[in-house]
């Protein structure tokens, strides 16, 4: 399959008039488009896109297949089956393969019906993005999301939850480190679940056997804390306390010095915040955000897709968010595969156009650096060498 388009965005460089040559699960050339044409045999299928720009195919770091993005995920999630869980979870994964994105981090589900359904992408018997799991997340009894079968009492039933996890396909581990809204009754947001020590144990379980580790903070004590236990990304990090925000700056340059990459996992409707929030407190945590956007910090893209009305065609929507805040639009495609694919381990396999790496194309029509929006008006999608047309 020879791919040709008006533009070429490899994660590297630019390049006008480009084409990518894919053979198939990878690709076996990318560069101009004489050069490439050159290496590509006659009989070649040749797609042309002469007013569109080729990208690599797009990264959601935080997504959750389990849930629908309905009023009530966690009910209508309690109330399904296990199978019919996972023909909706099929579902979602097509929907967000259809809209460009290429591989998907799920940072929790039930029973590692995501851990299953990435085994049936891979193998072909479903359509859908490269799937990193992380199957239970590890939360104490009664904890975040304690209803995802993840509960642990101590140092060994954690230790335990990751064997089991890595075993059933896990390629990350996921930790609540503080609370959250999605649990009703459960710690509140800001508040820590685990210590520095505690989370330690589950950095070195998870090291040990060459996964990541993703921990959701929104609180500022389970961010420091989590900093100290080494972990790889952390998710939301909207620096809570009882009562308000505190970005503590010690803790922010240790986030950078570590190279721990930060999914902020904004919803798709995140101009709906205010309404929510207030206006003055969404002010304060869009500030928060540009800030570590402004210091350095390693982010990347995530929707966390699957909560109340995060749906999973909304990534695009969610990268205007950055937008908003001034975040060159470079840095953000940046954050949604390169700097992705780093933070969920793929990196030598996805997130840039290059020979040897998957096949995971995106072509959209219009540039992308002149306009975000382009990334959604999706002309093609090849996820590891397979075409989807745009629907």
Request: net charge negative; with cysteine; glycine share 12%.
């Amino acid at each position: 399959m020879l791919i040709t388009a008006g533009r070429l965005l490899t994660g590297d460089a630019e390049i006008t008039d480009g084409a990518v040559l894919v053979q198939g699960k990878s690709i076996v050339a990318v560069g101009p488009r004489a050069q490439v044409e050159a290496q590509a045999d006659a009989a070649v299928e040749r797609l042309e896109f002469p007013d569109s720009t080729i990208v690599p195919g797009l990264i959601d770091a935080h997504v959750h297949l389990v849930f629908d993005a309905g009023a009530d995920p966690v009910a209508t999630m309690q109330e399904t089956s296990d199978e019919d869980l996972l023909a909706g979870m099929r579902k979602r994964a097509e929907q967000l393969l259809g809209t460009g994105v290429t591989t998907a981090r799920d940072l929790g589900d039930r029973g590692g019906l995501a851990l299953r359904l990435a085994h049936e992408i891979a193998e072909g018997r479903s359509s859908g993005p490269r799937i990193i799991g992380a199957g239970a997340p590890v939360t104490p009894v009664g904890g975040h999301c304690w209803f995802l079968g993840g509960e642990v009492s101590d140092a060994d039933g954690a230790r335990a939850l990751i064997q089991r996890n890595l075993a059933a396909g896990a390629r990350v581990v996921k930790v609540m480190a503080g609370g959250g809204g999605l649990t009703k009754g459960g710690a509140a947001s800001w508040q820590s679940q685990f210590g520095a020590e505690e989370l330690a144990v589950v950095v070195q379980e998870a090291h040990a056997a060459g996964a990541k580790v993703a921990a959701h903070a929104h609180g500022t004590q389970a961010i420091a804390d989590a900093v100290t236990a080494g972990v790889d990304s952390i998710e939301h990090c909207t620096w809570m306390t009882e009562d308000g925000f505190d970005l503590r700056r010690d803790v922010l340059d240790q986030i950078i010095e570590k190279g721990i990459h930060v999914c902020p996992a904004v919803s798709p409707h995140w101009q709906m915040l205010p309404r929510f929030f207030g206006e003055e407190k969404a002010k304060t945590m869009f500030d928060l955000v540009r800030q570590m956007a402004e210091a350095g910090v390693r982010l990347v893209a995530g929707t966390d897709a699957g909560v109340q009305r995060a749906t999973f065609d909304g990534l695009v929507q969610a990268l205007a968010f950055y937008e908003h805040l001034g975040v060159p639009r470079e840095r953000i495609l940046t954050m949604a595969t390169t700097e992705a694919a780093m933070a969920l381990g793929v990196d030598q396999e996805t997130g840039r156009l290059a020979p040897g790496y998957a096949a995971d194309v995106l072509v959209v029509s219009g540039n992308p650096l002149e306009d975000l929006s382009a990334l959604s008006r999706v002309e093609m999608v090849v996820a590891r060498g397979q075409r989807r047309e745009a629907s």
